[in-house]
């Protein structure tokens, strides 16, 4: 795929996708209310920490959709995905960095807000993420890339990030 019309088609995709599980289903759980579960000295560490674990979690979607564009000349979306098998920037340490971040998002979301219904949501959530990734795209991705695949799900752990970057 060129890269202007999978530019154009994963930013509608991120709007809809992660802009629904990281931000609408947060707002209908919360109503972006702040509520102090915990004492408030706890509390401004904690939301603190929450706000990072959220701005770091959308710079690592952007730049995981941007890769996807400009490294692999496809998008996210299973029915146009790349045409190469993107393993540079955050991809070196994990294999699946939007998700991660995702989940980051709306754990970050709960430090915030004090609410944790969000964080009964992210475990919930990990239920059909975790089973999409492990029998829908893995074999996809092996069965596309085969043996390059191979060796970058050897090196490279699915969900907790390495702390060293593979180089293939």
């Keep these: 795929m060129r890269r202007t019309p999978a530019a154009v088609v994963s930013t509608v995709f991120f709007a809809v996708a992660p802009g629904t599980v990281a931000?609408?289903?947060?707002?209908?759980?919360?109503g972006w209310r702040m509520l102090?579960?915990?004492?408030?000295?706890?509390?401004?560490?904690?939301?603190?920490?929450?706000?990072?674990?959220?701005?770091?979690?959308?710079?690592?979607?952007?730049?995981?959709?941007?890769?996807?564009?400009?490294?692999?000349?496809?998008?996210?979306i299973p029915v146009a995905p790349p045409d190469r098998l993107v393993v540079g920037g955050l991809y070196r340490h994990v294999r699946n960095p939007m998700y991660v971040a995702i989940f980051a998002a709306v754990i970050g979301q709960a430090m915030i807000f004090g609410e944790a219904w969000l964080l009964v949501y992210a475990a919930v959530l990990a239920i059909p993420v975790y089973s999409f990734?492990?029998?829908?795209?893995?074999?996809h991705l092996r069965a596309r890339f085969g043996a390059d695949?191979?060796?970058?799900?050897?090196?490279v752990p699915g969900w907790w990030p390495r702390l060293r970057p593979y180089h293939h």
Excluded: K
């Design 133 to 139: 990734v492990r029998w829908y795209e893995e074999p």
């Design 36 to 76: 102090d579960p915990f004492p408030g000295p706890v509390m401004i560490p904690l939301r603190a920490l929450g706000a990072i674990l959220v701005v770091a979690g959308v710079a690592v979607i952007v730049n995981a959709f941007v890769r996807f564009v400009v490294e692999g000349f496809g998008t996210p």
């Design 149 to 155: 695949y191979d060796d970058y799900r050897s090196h």
């Design 23 to 30: 931000v609408l289903v947060p707002y209908w759980i919360t």
